[in-house]
């Protein structure tokens, strides 16, 4: 049987390295929000204050459970032009021709054998007439989240429809410790999201 301090280090160590692991990615969104407000001038998006948006649980049921920690999450960026801040929170309406800018941190899935970055563009995004709970595009990130995995089955084209909303994207995938400099931000994740964002005209 093991031995109970030797039970008790590992467990200090898992979590020392997820805290650390979820600090570096914060760092890294938030190089990443610098340097799209300076050069491009978009803004991040806010669903529900300052955040990241996920499909997290406290339920104790075992399927549940899976759910507490932290696997996959993203964020949104768009113009500046196209949103409007009220009390904390982006506002980004579904106009017809929105397009946003879209990142997704996979650090485990079965989907992935490395913790992966995707980055790139979701476009023709509609409401359907249904859906009177989404009048803004942050009302879709939630949505998004709970279906992730029908939404992002081939993440190079992504076409979605369901009862309530329907949307493109093009999302390119990046190892996550390959993005480890400024250098490695811009050229390996930027750049290449950018030009599928652009290519959305």
Known sequence: MTDKSVVIEQTN???DFLQKLYLEVSYLVKQIEGTLSEEERFVIGKPAGYGVSTRSSIGLEAANVRLWLMRKFAIFFVPEDKTAIERGQTV??????L???YL???LHDKSVTEPTVYGGVLHSIEAKPSAKWIVKFENVMGHISYNDEKVFKNPESIDFEDSYVRFQGELI???LFEINDSKAITDRLLKPALELYRKQM
Do not use: E, P
């Open 92 to 97: 980004t309406r579904i106009d017809g021709t």
């Open 173 to 175: 995938g990046r190892n």
């Open 13 to 15: 160590l898992a979590f």
């Open 104 to 106: 997704r941190f996979l």
């Open 99 to 101: 397009k946003v800018l």
